[in-house]
């Protein structure tokens, strides 16, 4: 079942329709600024145990919940709401934020893999917003103060996040109602900064830089293996993760030019994302032969995050035997694409490429 928003009418009565499945127990698939996520209510066990088995997850591995922008942060946590979360919840909520905190009792274990931690997100999509509000009156009827979704993204679990609502018919057919919110404004998952221990820590570079995160503190968090030894488990931070069926290695260019001359040469499909100027000479050598599939990925940053995974998408669905990613520059800037990119190759570490 597809659940398309049109008239302000009809958005209103599908956006009670779908906070009335998630009062219910039931899942949803609603859109984000990032990905689209696969949401449940994040106090309902049940229901979070049906995210797990649909996605097919490992249920040590935690969901984050998402939240209006009108909610109360402090309902969710243990303890006093740190300053430093304060700090970034003004600078980038609603956004592509994920704040790790102490979770507060109440707060059911599973939506935590069960970990101590609980990860929130105030997210800017306006039908996220839509459903988070309509799930929350549902609930002050019932006289619950506060809800929130918990929503992965909306895959099988360890590939490609969806960006659109068709991604998420392919995952599942009409198991889970989708909301249509278009395509994703970002693209990729959002930033996951670690407030749970005795200084903050970036899990999951994204959207949102680790310098902005450090002008929003006043202090440059961890990175890298200092804030990834002793962390708790967050989304989307497993060695393979973000993985297409189609091996995936990534490349320099001289090795995909090498390549290309090789599986031509035998007849191979053989799928290449590359950018500008080397996409457009690739493709222009390779024209004449019908078993290589190029896409040009854009040149910035931010627009190559925003197409990533509706490129691996398509060129997952060509039936090639190799899918060759051109290697991005090692800087700040491509941080978050090259974090996806280098999980999506672990995944096929031990294929020759």
Known sequence: MTIKPSADAQKEIEMQRAAALLDAGQLVAFPTETVYGLGADAENPSAIARVYALKERPPNHP?????????????????????????????????????????????????????????????????????????????????????????????????????????????????????????????????????????????????????????????????????????????????????????LFLCAQDEIAHALKEASARGERLAVLARGNFAEYISQSAAQYASVHIVGAPSSPSDYARALYRSLRQLDTLGCTRLLVERLPEAPVWAAVNDRLSRAAAAFAGKHF
Request: proline share 9%.
């Open 63 to 247: 969901l984050i919940v998402h939240l209006a922008s009108n909610a109360d942060p402090a309902y969710w946590i243990d303890g006093a709401m740190l300053r430093a979360a304060r700090a970034l919840i003004d600078a980038f909520w609603p956004g592509p934020l994920t704040l790790i905190l102490p979770r507060a009792a109440h707060i059911p274990a599973a939506v935590s893999g069960g970990q101590r931690s609980i990860g929130l997100r105030c997210p800017a999509h306006p039908l996220a917003q839509a459903l988070l509000n309509a799930f929350n009156r549902l609930g002050q009827m019932k006289g619950a103060p506060q809800r929130g979704i918990a929503a992965p993204s909306a895959n099988r679990f360890g590939r490609v996040s969806p960006t659109n609502a068709q991604h998420v018919r392919d995952e599942f057919g009409g198991q889970v109602p989708v909301l249509d919110g278009g395509a994703c404004a970002v693209g990729i998952e959002s930033t996951i900064v670690d407030l749970s221990r005795s200084f903050p820590a970036v899990l999951r570079p994204g959207h949102i830089s680790a310098a902005q995160i450090a002008e929003a503190l006043g202090e440059v968090p961890r990175a890298g293996r200092d804030a990834t030894a002793g962390a708790p488990r967050a989304s989307g931070t497993l060695h393979a993760h973000y993985a297409p069926r189609t091996p």
